[in-house]
């Protein structure tokens, strides 16, 4: 049985155990935070054997065999080293990494490592329903470009307006638009279409300095792929997939739950799989099995193939980052 450790206490959180809760191939051991009284109050709303407020203890004393990481992206990078320098494996919430001087370092750290194992955790494209929307890619004639769109209004910006600075919405955490629910499109874009040619990022900045909204167009040799996605405001676009008189339709491109195919005499054909009540089941089931069996040959491929999409992911949203003049402190570090 694989051993949890968890390092941030969020909704987010509560999420991700609630399914590996009764996923049944898993048991809680460490939880940290950086105060004692949160970490405590975490272990025993969720059962977890061990608490951690010092996070060296935590990496060198904790009793799990994998960390899930869902602090501020600014953290990241600095958890994922010593997690990985503990021979731990990760999983950590997307995006990975602020830039791609710090994966290119993780990756490197990961031969020296070689039985530690990196996940990032992008839920949508390991649905039943995202494989049936590839799977229906792929018989379409003609793929004529794509709008993505995920725009959902935080209620962090309320803080934002009135003149405070959540971390999601600064620099210095990484935060804004595009590293955030941003992170969704663009992981559609690279699962259905690779790695696009060219990109270019518009966005919205606010008072904070990060952008609250956006949009970035992906080139591609055919085609473009429109980005839609945004933390000030709420969109009830769905998102579209263009063949030449047909369409694929996707009511949200994050937490899609109605996927349909419109033939080319536009009859609506829906895309029916199941669908979980926690949207985190279909990853988890991914990430265990890699774990449980890292040298197994199938594993092996599975790994090497997320990891790519991980590592293209964050290349593709630095690339579009850096078109828009957005730097984080953490690029010059």
């Not at 949009?215 to 009830?236: P, Q, R």
């Not at 263009?242 to 005499?265: C, E, M, P, R």
Request: without cysteine; negative net charge; aromatic residues 12%.
């Amino acid at each position: 049985m694989l051993k949890l450790g968890i390092i941030g206490t969020n909704w987010i959180t509560d999420q991700f155990i609630n399914e590996i809760k009764d996923d049944g191939r898993w048991e809680l051991a460490s939880v940290y935070s950086r105060t004692a009284e949160k970490a405590a109050a975490y272990q025993v709303k969720f059962g977890f054997k061990e608490s951690f407020s010092d996070i060296n203890q935590f990496f060198e004393e904790g009793l799990f065999d994998a960390v899930y990481i869902a602090s501020p992206n600014s953290m990241h990078y600095q958890y994922a080293r010593q997690a990985i320098s503990n021979d731990k494996h990760v999983i950590v919430e997307k995006p990975a990494f602020t830039n791609v001087d710090e994966f290119a370092q993780i990756e490197g750290l990961l031969q020296a490592h070689p039985d530690v194992r990196l996940l990032e955790a992008a839920r949508h494209v390991h649905t039943p329903l995202f494989k049936a929307v590839q799977a229906k890619l792929t018989e379409m004639d003609k793929i004529q470009g794509a709008t993505l769109t995920y725009m959902k209004y935080s209620s962090r910006y309320d803080k934002v307006l009135a003149g405070e600075k959540p971390n999601v919405f600064t620099l210095d955490f990484a935060g804004g638009a595009l590293y955030d629910l941003g992170v969704y499109p663009v992981y559609a874009a690279v699962a259905l279409f690779g790695e696009p040619e060219s990109v270019v990022y518009f966005p919205t900045l606010i008072e904070t300095g990060v952008d609250g909204k956006g949009i970035a167009i992906l080139g591609y040799e055919d085609f473009e792929v429109t980005l839609n996605f945004g933390k000030t405001t709420n969109s009830h676009m769905p998102s579209e997939i263009y063949g030449l008189k047909d369409t694929i339709v996707l009511d949200n491109i994050a937490d899609f739950s109605k996927a349909s195919y419109f033939d080319d005499q536009q009859v609506e054909h829906a895309l029916a799989v199941e669908a979980a009540d926690n949207p985190m089941k279909y990853e988890i089931d991914v990430f265990t099995q890699i774990l449980e069996d890292p040298t197994n040959e199938t594993q092996i491929k599975n790994y090497q193939k997320w990891f790519l999409m991980s590592k293209q992911v964050n290349g593709l949203l630095f690339t579009l980052r850096e078109s828009a003049g957005i730097e984080f402190p953490a690029d010059n570090q």
